[in-house]
């Protein structure tokens, strides 16, 4: 606490020894003036009177001093009091001001504290969420995967039922004789035999609808006409145009290869009839796949 006090009161200090020592030194001073008076007065005792004299202006004067001093000491005192004083306010100023710094500290490291704290909860809140994001997005993802498998193992049954059908199907056809002489292949006798045909890829397929009517029309790669249908047997006739060539299909019944031959192909190319209705047939062309011009 010494090193914090005012300078003036540092002067105050080292003035207090010094004013004792003046104080001792005069009161020194008396006593051999006593002393010498003593002397003096045994000595000159014919002069004691003169002496009394002198003595009593030595004494009035050491009074005075003595006086002097008393005040000079008092003086001193009040400063060594004012001094004290002045010392413990600076020391209480030094212990507020240093109670109010370490306040000062103490607050701005809670606010640090809480600072941090307030970080470190809001990384851990993103933490949280983007880990809550990724697991949720792993179940969905998972999810995801299970339908897929799912799905496919559907697929798969599917395919695998829609092949035995196909298989079934295809075992059901049958290949019968065409009008030309020439055996033909697998007949389908309704859409889904058809389909089944389309999926073995052994021939080409072109449906049509044909209604009566004046002029012929291009089925694939010829041309037909209707000329009549009789729904009650079953029955009809057509005129085919292929290879510039004029030929007439003549009462000819549902399911029945109706054969012709085109320049291009070995292979004869086959009507197939599947219905018959009044003034309209319905049914397709077969086409071979390979086509050549024939030697």
């Known amino acids: 606490m010494s090193d914090s006090l005012d300078p003036s009161g540092s002067s105050s200090g080292v003035k207090i020894p010094i004013l004792f020592g003046a104080v001792v030194a005069l009161v020194g001073a008396s006593l051999y003036q006593f002393y010498e008076v003593r002397q003096i007065r045994a000595d000159l005792d014919s002069t004691r009177e003169a002496l009394l004299d002198q003595i009593s202006k030595v004494h009035e004067t050491s009074t005075v001093s003595s006086k002097t001093n008393r005040q000079s000491v008092e003086s001193l005192k009040e400063q060594m009091d004012e001094a004290r004083r002045q010392a413990s306010i600076l ?11 370490a306040d000062e500290l103490a607050a ?11 970080k470190v909860a809001e990384t851990f809140t993103a933490v949280t969420g983007e880990v809550s994001k990724v697991r949720d997005d792993a179940n969905s993802t998972k999810t995801r995967v299970g339908e897929v498998s799912t799905d496919l193992a559907n697929v798969k049954t599917d395919a695998a ?20 002489g020439v055996q033909s292949g697998l007949i389908a006798t309704n859409g889904k035999e058809l389909a089944a045909l ?19 029309r291009k089925v694939g790669e010829v041309q037909m006409r209707l ?5 009650k047997k079953n029955r009809y006739t ?3 145009i292929a ?6 299909k003549k009462d000819k019944t549902i399911n029945e290869p109706v054969q012709f031959m085109l320049s291009r192909a070995t292979l004869p190319f086959e009507i197939v009839v599947n219905e018959v209705k009044k003034d ?5 062309i077969s086409a071979p796949k390979v086509q050549q011009a024939r030697n």
Request: hydrophobic fraction near 30%; aromatic fraction near 4%; charge should be neutral.
């Open 243 to 248: 290879d510039d060539k004029l030929v007439e």
């Open 227 to 231: 000329k009549s249908a009789d729904m």
């Open 280 to 284: 309209m047939i319905s049914g397709y």
């Open 161 to 180: 039922t829609t092949r035995a059908e196909l298989e079934k199907t295809i075992s059901d056809l049958k290949s019968t004789r065409g009008d030309l």
């Open 238 to 240: 057509i005129e085919l």
């Open 198 to 216: 389309r999926a073995l890829g052994e021939r080409n397929y072109t449906e049509f609808r044909l209604t009566k009517e004046k002029s012929p």
């Open 108 to 118: 701005k490291l809670e606010k640090a504290q809480q600072e941090q704290a307030a």
């Open 91 to 101: 020391a209480g100023q030094a212990k507020v001001d240093a109670t109010k710094h």
